[in-house]
């Protein structure tokens, strides 16, 4: 027997393939094997850049006696979460039912029926904080499998029974009122932080979503309320150590309550998700935190995550060797010390370094180190001063090891950064980043979808992958392509979006109007998963019926509409309940209200007076609106590559900008200020 992942695409199981454990992928065969050798199945699912797999792989699956005990009694099968969301989505679900958390690394013990028996998540090597030890979790699952297997087996099939029975039937839940949503604001309040932003207690998570609701809720209706708890929050995260001061970008969440000091790894979606806020917030507010921000995390996209191919790597991990100590350990890229920043800039600028980012003798992180931080109480420094501080000082950190970087491209994620990098781009008048979305977009199309626009969940250095894309790769990368189409003015996005909208309607929808996180033709899990949540990112059922709902709103499609309608029943049963759970739901809401608003914009494209029509247009604060840009049209109803554009004439021979809404149409207008009206803060 050999480990089996030296041929994986997979960085994470790339990591293990030296590991003396004999790993399989998560393949037919691993099952096979368990049922001949009469074993149960060990499946250990992770991520590339999770600390804690990391830590578990070093203390037990890289030692000779833990996998020998492994290798003699069980089949061992490593599964990539990012690449198998949908494996990740089952048993997850098993562990937080039985133990009532979960997390990575999870650990799961199956019968060679895949059903699953006995659950964990990170296991120490030897037994502490309440915890056994991975050898004792081995040892006692072995003598209930070999002692008590009748128990086992009927545990096993109760687990998969209870999970049968956790349908979900959110499509007949009706769509979301006006009272829902303020509910969930007012749900939002009670648990909101002002103090410090942000919701809850530690650890604390960057609530993107919520805060795209936030600001969607008060363009709608006005609320100030919503807008200052997002513009606090946004402030208060810029200002923390989740933020990279120097190279811009936000870490995974903080340890504490404050911001100071974060998960040091850095993934593509959050980054793409909280651009997209920043750049959202700059657009309502004009705040320059907001701006400054916004670009900074673009470009650190393209900078650090931006592959050969012009796709986006998944993220980069949390550890990293000191160049002090040799070891690998957490934040070593990221951290200072006093005499480190005076080492870089010498007494007078290094002492005001530390002052400006809050960095400490005794330090706020680690072993005297800290993270560096913008604290309001800070000295006030000469603008150019900073920059040049902050030039000399990431120049030194660039000469440090630098973390790994997980190099799969994840079509979802590539979605989001599509949609973000392309209005940032819009926004900020970069077209260098729309030209880094539109590669990206384009990667997508060539590698990741197939002659029937069915779409591979992830690529590596330009090969496609495996595994079938899951329902968030088709919300996500239409989402994309969609903001893509209203920033170029090419038609061509939004026929592949609706290539892949039309894939959702056929092959993820049940009868009822919920979703699946899977295809109906998907391999056969214990349970096909369904799970309306937005956690990290938007779940599949919320990112799909934002795409349904924007493409409908520009082709007319009343059944595309009526889909996202019926997807939309969750918001309607969790926004009350569960506010922060379902923020790109509560989002997508807030656009179904406002209309969403329609915009088509006609002129010749070297006409400055189109582009000033345009760019309002893309700037307003009209919850999800869509926006189509293009030539005038003849009056024979042809539209060209967009149907807004059909039947669209010039006012005055001038370029005029249409915007209708639940069917009715305002006066169309050539006055870019008149337009604004139109597409701002609607007041109750």
């Known amino acids: 027997m050999s480990n089996r992942l030296a041929n994986e695409t997979s960085p994470y199981l790339l990591q293990h393939a030296d590991n003396p454990v004999?790993?399989?992928?998560?393949?037919?065969?691993?099952?096979?094997?368990?049922?001949?050798?009469?074993?149960?199945?060990?499946?250990?699912?992770?991520?590339?850049?999770?600390?804690?797999?990391?830590?578990?792989?070093?203390?037990?699956?890289?030692d000779e006696s833990s996998a020998a005990y492994m290798n003699?009694?069980?089949?061992?099968?490593?599964?990539?979460?990012?690449?198998?969301?949908?494996?990740?989505?089952?048993?997850?679900?098993?562990?937080?039912?039985?133990?009532?958390?979960g997390g990575w690394p999870m650990t799961v013990f199956l019968t060679a029926d895949a059903e699953p028996f006995y659950f964990g998540t990170y296991f120490p090597p030897e037994p502490r904080h309440g915890m056994p030890s991975f050898m004792q979790v081995l040892e006692g699952v072995r003598t209930a499998w070999e002692g008590r297997r009748e128990e086992v087996d009927e545990v096993a099939q109760k687990i998969v029974r209870d999970l049968a029975g956790r349908q979900l039937d959110?499509?007949?839940?009706?769509?979301?009122?006006?009272?829902?949503?303020?509910?969930?604001?007012?749900?939002?309040?009670?648990?909101?932080?002002?103090?410090?932003?942000?919701?809850?207690?530690?650890?604390?998570?960057?609530?993107?979503?919520?805060?795209?609701?936030?600001?969607?809720?008060?363009?709608?209706t006005g609320s100030e309320g919503a807008l200052q708890m997002a513009a606090d929050t946004c402030e208060a995260m810029a200002r923390g150590g989740i933020y990279d001061q120097l190279g811009g970008g936000f870490a995974r969440y903080s340890v504490d309550r404050e911001w100071v000091v974060p998960h040091f790894e850095k993934m593509l979606y959050d980054n793409a998700l909280l651009c997209r806020v920043y750049a959202h917030l700059w657009r309502a507010t004009g705040s320059d935190l907001a701006r400054r921000v916004a670009l900074e995390t673009a470009d650190f996209m393209v900078r650090e995550l931006r592959t050969e191919q012009g796709g986006f790597a998944s993220a980069l991990d949390a550890d990293s060797e000191d160049p002090d100590s040799g070891e690998h350990v957490e934040g070593a890229y990221y951290a200072w010390t006093a005499a480190q920043l005076r080492e870089v800039l010498g007494d007078e600028d290094g002492d005001l370094a530390a002052a400006y980012f809050g960095v400490t003798e005794e330090g706020t992180f680690e072993h005297g180190k800290s993270v560096l931080q913008l604290p309001q109480d800070g000295p006030v420094v000469d603008a150019e001063r900073v920059e040049g501080i902050k030039r000399r000082l990431l120049a030194a950190r660039d000469r440090r090891p630098a973390p790994g970087r997980d190099d799969k491209v994840v079509a979802a994620w590539n979605g989001l950064a599509v949609a973000a990098l392309a209005e940032c781009g819009a926004y900020f008048e970069r077209p260098d980043l729309v030209e880094r979305a539109t590669e990206a977009a384009d990667l997508l199309v060539r590698v990741h979808m197939d002659g029937r626009a069915r779409l591979a969940r992830t690529s590596k250095d330009g090969q496609v992958g495996v595994n079938a894309g899951v329902l968030e790769d088709y919300g996500d990368v239409a989402e994309g392509f969609l903001a893509l189409a209203a920033v170029t003015g090419e038609g061509v996005w939004l026929e592949f979006a609706g290539f892949l909208v039309d894939l959702v309607l056929d092959r993820f929808t049940a009868e009822d109007g919920s979703l699946y996180d899977t295809a109906h033709d998907a391999?056969?899990?214990?349970?096909?998963?369904?799970?309306?949540?937005?956690?990290?990112?938007?779940?599949?059922?919320?990112?799909?019926?934002?795409?349904?709902?924007?493409?409908?709103?520009?082709?007319?499609?009343?059944?595309?509409r009526t889909a996202a309608e019926r997807a939309l029943g969750v918001v309607h049963a969790l926004g009350p309940r569960a506010p922060r759970f379902i923020g790109h739901g509560l989002s997508v809401a807030e656009a179904l209200l406002d209309g969403p608003r329609e915009v088509a914009v006609v002129g010749h494209p070297e006409d400055p007076d189109r582009a000033a029509l345009h760019r309002v247009a893309l700037l307003g604060t009209a919850p999800g609106a869509v926006v189509a840009v293009g030539l005038p049209r003849a009056?024979?109803?042809?539209?060209?590559?967009?149907?807004?554009?059909?039947?669209?004439?010039?006012?005055?021979?001038?370029?005029?900008?249409?915007?209708?809404?639940?069917?009715?149409?305002?006066?169309?207008?050539?006055?870019?200020a008149e337009l604004g009206e139109q597409l701002g803060t609607v007041r109750p």
């Open 170 to 220: 959110y499509g007949k839940a009706g769509t979301p009122r006006p009272e829902e949503l303020g509910q969930a604001l007012l749900g939002l309040t009670r648990e909101y932080d002002a103090a410090r932003g942000g919701f809850g207690g530690a650890p604390k998570f960057p609530p993107s979503m919520v805060l795209e609701f936030l600001l969607r809720h008060h363009a709608r």
């Open 22 to 62: 004999d790993w399989w992928p998560w393949s037919p065969e691993a099952f096979a094997e368990a049922r001949e050798r009469g074993v149960p199945v060990l499946l250990s699912v992770g991520y590339s850049s999770c600390h804690w797999c990391h830590v578990m792989a070093g203390e037990s699956f890289e």
């Open 523 to 560: 391999e056969q899990l214990i349970r096909r998963p369904q799970d309306p949540t937005d956690t990290a990112a938007p779940s599949g059922w919320t990112a799909a019926a934002g795409a349904l709902l924007s493409y409908a709103a520009h082709t007319g499609s009343e059944a595309h």
């Open 72 to 101: 003699d009694h069980f089949v061992n099968v490593k599964v990539d979460r990012e690449e198998r969301p949908d494996i990740d989505a089952v048993y997850m679900e098993a562990v937080q039912a039985a133990t009532g958390q």
């Open 635 to 672: 009056a024979d109803g042809s539209g060209g590559e967009f149907p807004l554009l059909a039947e669209r004439t010039l006012v005055r021979d001038l370029p005029t900008a249409y915007v209708c809404r639940h069917f009715v149409c305002t006066r169309p207008t050539t006055d870019p």
